[in-house]
């Protein structure tokens, strides 16, 4: 290389390390909504999160989990849970985290026809790290008098950082246990990493093999048994056996049964544990109403996941004035469908 060129090259590394230019290369780049993200919206979000319809039985489909990205209005405002764009905070909004989930995580959006695109996803993160702006667009408009306020039960920004530092706490003082033991344990199914980075706490799951865990397997776990924080056992085959060592676990933060299949009487063993649990993941279960009052009383609980389950739209109502503070993540029942050749023509005629 000739020395004009190595200075070439030297001038252009020190003017790209200067403040300002580093801030430009790192700052996102500008999406044009109308024709970057709404198109994803329209194509992969609007079937399930737009304004409450008639299906062609007559069946009323609401807003999966009470979100509605139809509408400037309604985007804004979030659902359920709270917004789920922050501005400028890629890293706390909810929409992002969902679309970036694990293919085989049972919160994964969209849940039909495949995750987003590596590209699509890069692209909602790039227009909400640029302020999430939606320029002219309405879309669905909003309710007359309406507000963007979130709901009630929106997560704090810092959600997360609490659960961090929570998680800590209850790794302090804790002696990690011996390469042995783990050795020893680990094997095809089963998945062991901390909790935390350089914490003692850990996670176990069994990623690759959730249909054929059995209570067998959970039971397994008994050595790990003071330093279990995070239990994923979506989709695996248990039992009350199981249900009752895992709610004796002293430090276990989030527990994950989606689609386990237990009944409300499995669950039973939980109303006099999981003291510290703060999140608990019941998706496709059998719990019901008569589990509100252990629900109700589970000290720690920040997050609970009720979708697909036997609890009512009036147990929802219950649970939410005995635990005003608690995030619910749940989707109601539809109406049953119409008697035959009952038909919304027919109705409207009545």
């Known amino acids: 290389m000739s020395a004009r060129r190595i200075e070439f090259a030297l001038l252009a590394v020190a003017l790209a390390t200067t403040p300002a230019l580093r801030a430009q290369s790192d700052s996102p780049r500008a999406v044009d909504f109308a024709k970057e993200v709404l198109p994803i919206l329209e194509a992969?979000?609007?079937s399930c999160h737009q304004a409450p319809k008639a299906d062609a039985r007559g069946r009323v489909q609401k807003p999966k989990g009470g979100l509605r990205l139809d509408g400037a209005h309604w985007l804004r405002k979030g659902g359920d849970t709270g917004r789920v764009v922050v501005a400028n905070q890629p890293e706390?909004?909810?929409?992002?985290?969902?679309?970036?989930l694990d293919a085989d995580d049972p919160d994964l959006m969209p849940p039909k026809d495949?995750?987003?695109?590596?590209?699509?996803?890069?692209?909602?993160?790039?227009?909400?790290a640029g302020g999430a702006e939606m320029g002219a667009w309405v879309g669905a408009p909003a309710p007359a008098g309406a507000s963007d306020a979130p709901a009630p039960s929106a997560r704090p920004a810092?959600?997360?950082?609490a659960r961090q530092l929570a998680l800590r706490e209850l790794g302090e003082g804790l002696t990690p246990l011996p390469e042995a033991t783990l050795v020893k344990l680990k094997s095809e199914k089963l998945r062991l990493e901390p909790a935390l980075p350089g914490s003692a706490l850990l996670r176990?799951?069994?990623?690759?093999?959730?249909?054929?865990?059995?209570?067998?397997?959970?039971l397994a776990l008994a050595p790990l048994r003071e330093h279990l924080a995070i239990v994923d056992l979506a989709r695996a085959k248990l039992g009350a056996k199981s249900v009752a060592f895992l709610a004796e676990l002293p430090r276990l933060m989030k527990l994950d049964?989606?689609?386990?299949?237990?009944a409300a009487r499995d669950l039973e063993a939980c109303a006099t544990g999981l003291r510290t649990t703060r999140e608990l993941n019941l998706n496709g279960t059998g719990i019901d109403d008569t589990s509100l009052v252990w629900l109700a009383g589970l000290p720690a609980l920040e997050d609970l996941y009720l979708w697909r389950t036997k609890?009512?739209?009036?147990?929802?109502?219950?649970?939410?004035a005995a635990k005003p503070s608690l995030h619910l993540r749940y989707e109601l029942a539809l109406p049953e469908p119409p008697p035959p050749g009952d038909t919304p023509e027919r109705r409207r005629r009545r």
């Open 114 to 128: 495949g995750a987003l695109s590596a590209d699509q996803i890069a692209t909602l993160r790039a227009w909400i």
């Open 204 to 218: 176990a799951s069994f990623p690759a093999h959730r249909t054929e865990i059995t209570d067998a397997d959970v």
């Open 158 to 161: 810092n959600a997360v950082n």
């Open 311 to 320: 609890i009512t739209a009036a147990g929802i109502a219950k649970l939410r």
């Open 44 to 46: 992969r979000c609007f």
């Open 257 to 262: 049964l989606t689609d386990t299949g237990l």
């Open 92 to 100: 706390k909004s909810e929409l992002l985290r969902r679309v970036e």
